[in-house]
């Protein structure tokens, strides 16, 4: 069954609009291509053997940005949705780039708008990454690597990848559900906010939105349309900070499992020298010098492995520091605004300094009196 059919008004050359049934159609035939993309890439058979990125992977595949192994129009329709939202999340990136310089508020609203715009640009350069070869590879070592420990016989290896994973997996359900629950009060807000106002009858001119972004219409015309806008670039906005910064998390916590497993190694060597001696029919002494340079080779990969991930990810880390440091600087900025802006009354200042020479010819009486 071929995906895309359509009749004669798709042919080249042919200028007639294509017919509603034909649209109707090949959207059909994209979703009936939904539930195969599911078995090859997050079905119970395909995660059997995915123990610590399990959670990760179904968090990125959502947003296309897992690097899957499909093929044919699989393949296609997966990137199609891929980069038509990171297409759609650019296009509003820039909308709300355009409210930088066409707004006409204060120093605060100014800042604000490029603080949220420098955080799309940030977002964008992320999702690059994560698309990126070297963390292609990291994640196909991280799978092997797994295979490995879960089909050997070492049940102390297990145990320490196993609770890892377990310990990842909780404290990244903690983070999805801790962020899912601001993001959802954030939509939220604008919306209570208009029926707040309109149920006082206070007069707004102006109905309130998630963010400020510029529309090529009337938003308070079409608020509805504006709101759909924004909630669609807030979902993915929220995904690529959130969905993203699990998918990191999950990786430092591989590697902190490696660690333990090989600091295990180090602490009980005798053994695993005396296995390695039995095993290869090799000397005690000839094993010990093998296993350990076997452990120094472990050691140094995982050095390599920490530095390429380093490397890959200490640029927007460093942008994204400057950037919530910017952030935190407006909000104390905000927050202080209203305290250099309390007027003092003139009248309470004249009555003190009315005072004061009283106050000095009190004093230097009292010390006249005690010479």
């Given at each position: ?187 939220i807000t604008p919306i209570v906010k208009n029926l707040v106002e309109d149920g006082q009858n206070l007069e707004n001119n102006h109905k309130s939105l998630i963010l400020s972004s510029w529309f090529p219409f009337d ?5 509805l349309a504006a709101y759909l806008i924004q909630c669609v670039a807030g979902f993915y906005g929220y995904a690529y900070i959130v969905y993203v910064g699990a998918f990191f998390s999950c990786i430092l916590r591989f ?117």
């Open positions: 069954m071929r995906l895309w059919r359509v009749s004669k008004s798709f042919q080249p050359g042919s200028y007639k609009s294509p017919k509603p049934a034909d649209v109707i159609e090949y959207v059909l035939r994209c979703f009936a291509y939904v539930p195969t993309i599911y078995t090859q890439l997050i079905s119970p058979q395909k995660m059997k053997n995915q123990v610590h990125m399990k959670f990760a992977k179904i968090l990125m595949a959502i947003l296309g940005i897992w690097p899957v192994k499909l093929s044919g129009y699989n393949l296609k329709l997966y990137n199609a949705y891929f980069y038509t939202s990171f297409a759609y999340y650019i296009v509003y990136a820039i909308s709300q780039a355009a409210m930088v310089f066409i707004s006409d508020g204060n120093f605060v609203q100014v800042a604000s708008n490029l603080g949220v715009t420098i955080v799309y640009v940030i977002n964008i350069y992320k999702i690059l990454i994560c698309r990126s070869q070297p963390i292609k590879k990291i994640l196909l070592e991280i799978e092997i690597r797994e295979t490995l420990i879960l089909e050997g016989n070492d049940m102390k290896f297990k145990e320490i990848y196993q609770g890892h994973a377990k310990t990842a997996f909780k404290s990244l359900l903690f983070y999805i559900s801790l962020g899912t629950v601001g993001v959802s009060l954030y939509f938003s308070d015309e079409h608020y590697i902190v499992g490696q660690i333990q497993i090989l600091q295990h190694v180090f602490r009980n060597i005798n053994h695993y020298i005396d296995k390695y001696s039995r095993e290869n029919s090799v000397a005690n002494r000839r094993s010990q010098v093998i296993f350990t340079k076997l452990c120094i080779r472990e050691h140094q990969y995982l050095i390599d492995f920490v530095q390429r991930f380093d490397k890959s990810i200490k640029t927007f880390m460093l942008l994204e520091f400057i950037v919530s440091s910017f952030q935190l600087s407006l909000v104390v900025y905000q927050i202080l605004q209203p305290i250099r802006g309390v007027k003092r009354d003139p009248t309470a200042c004249a009555r003190k300094k009315a005072r004061l020479p009283a106050r000095r010819r009190f004093k230097e009486a009292s010390d006249a009196r005690s010479v």
